[in-house]
């Protein structure tokens, strides 16, 4: 009978302890934050308001590198606030002597690691890639950096590098130039190789 008894008492003990261990470190995690803390980082916050200024309808203009005396490819972009509020989307298309162009970002801000994320892809491949990184000193301008698993670099002995530059500083204009990285050299030189330029359209009513 007491053994019986015992045999419980250890069985209630396995099975209590492992959520007292898991409600403990709900209540505190290391470095003192709490799993409120934890949790409210998951809510949009001032960043994402700052993002959701440039929700709307735009023309866009998109002016390859190498695109040396010709104009630039013009077309139409529109973008949204997604996940509630939790990323802007930015889809665009435009055509002309740069080329065609046809794809999307999506931007948003990790309140965990205090840093803009970015995800781009376009008709140019069957992948995506991503970047992440901060507003530059006394800048409304966020400069994101990233890598790219590509194949044909890897088999040339290099890694694909590259970097976004996103330009915030009017609510009726903003700009996106990706950089690529010679990770030849030392010097890494950066290279912009396409910029897009959005610009608010204005909606006439009739």
Not at 115 to 126: E, I, N, S
Not at 188 to 205: C, D, L, N, P
Request: glycine share 8%; charged share 30%.
């Amino acid at each position: 009978m007491h053994r019986h008894i015992e045999m419980s008492l250890v069985a209630v003990t396995m099975f209590v302890l492992p959520w007292q261990v898991v409600a403990q470190e709900r209540a505190q995690r290391p470095g003192g934050e709490t799993f409120a803390q934890s949790r409210e980082l998951a809510n949009p916050g001032p960043e994402h308001d700052m993002l959701s200024k440039f929700a709307g309808n735009w023309d866009v203009t998109v002016t390859a590198g190498n695109a040396s005396g010709r104009t630039g490819s013009v077309g139409k972009c529109r973008s949204y606030m997604t996940l509630e509020r939790r990323f802007l989307w930015i889809g665009y298309e435009a055509r002309g002597e740069s080329g065609r162009f046809k794809g999307a970002f999506m931007v948003g801000f990790d309140r965990r690691h205090q840093h803009f994320t970015m995800l781009a892809m376009d008709t140019d491949g069957t992948y995506f890639v991503t970047s992440k990184g901060k507003k530059l000193p006394d800048s409304q301008s966020i400069k994101l950096y990233g890598t790219d698993d590509d194949p044909y670099m890897k088999k040339l002995g290099f890694t694909k590098e590259f970097a976004h530059v996103l330009k915030f500083n009017a609510p009726n204009k903003f700009t996106i130039d990706i950089l690529f990285i010679d990770t030849r050299t030392d010097e890494r030189k950066e290279v912009k190789a396409i910029e897009f330029t959005f610009t608010r359209r204005i909606e006439t009513k009739e």
